[in-house]
């Protein structure tokens, strides 16, 4: 019968593969809940090295995974650079104990064109149908860091309820958003306001990106 250690190691190839998935701003990591404990086995994406201790996040999470009782816990929260998408995937031994661990991390606060560099094929890779699938899977992109900007704003206590859709639209911007076709729209519908505030926050955004730059901060 395979050891625990040797289950988990099993799943080393699957982490490479998964960081290539989730492309540059992807990071999967395989621990070992086995002495010592929460150590890295394998990682892939990211900053860190095997040997790598869990991060206080990855054991908030782990935890949390653990007090549900279940397999898999998915989420999106808030780490000190911004929101982040996570899935823990619990992995168990010959006799059903808990051996490891496989965490996968994707950052939210990307820029949207980087994001969809890594999620859709090359234009030189694309069929001569790809077209139309292009542009649904721009909308779901778009769509999905719309809803998701918006739940993490208007969840922080930090900013005011009359200043969310600001900071909301604020956001949008610094990632890119209003460059992609009819976002303004959407954004518009989503927070139920109408284009011309949308485009008043954007403008607003502009000055104050342009009041603050080192060329106008320059002393006379």
Not at 77 to 88: I, T, Y
Not at 90 to 114: F, I, K, Q, T
Not at 161 to 181: M, P, R, S, Y
């Amino acid at each position: 019968m395979r050891t625990s250690h040797e289950v988990l190691l099993r799943y080393a190839e699957l982490v490479d593969g998964l960081a290539a998935l989730y492309g540059r701003h992807g990071e999967a990591v395989l621990y070992s809940l086995h002495e010592p404990a929460g150590v890295a086995l394998r990682v892939a994406g990211g900053n860190r090295q095997p040997g790598a201790a869990m991060t206080d996040t990855e054991q908030r999470l782990l935890t949390e995974l653990q007090r549900r009782g279940g397999n898999r816990l998915c989420l999106t929260h808030q780490r000190p650079g911004g929101p982040v998408r996570s899935l823990l995937q619990a992995l168990r031994g010959p006799a059903g104990e808990l051996s490891g661990v496989l965490c996968l991390h994707l950052d939210l606060s990307a820029p949207l064109h980087e994001l969809m560099a890594d999620l859709l094929p090359p234009e030189n890779e694309r069929p001569q149908a790809s077209a139309e699938n292009f542009s649904n899977n721009v909308e779901e992109l778009v769509t999905l860091t719309v809803e998701r900007t918006i739940e993490t704003i208007n969840a922080d206590p930090d900013v005011a309820n009359n200043a969310k859709n600001k900071q909301i639209v604020t956001t949008l911007f610094e990632k890119g958003i209003f460059d992609i076709k009819d976002a303004i729209a959407m954004v518009s519908d989503k927070l139920n306001i109408s284009k011309h505030t949308v485009y008043l926050y954007i403008r607003q955004k502009k000055r104050d990106d342009e009041e603050s730059s080192p060329h106008n901060q320059e002393n006379p």
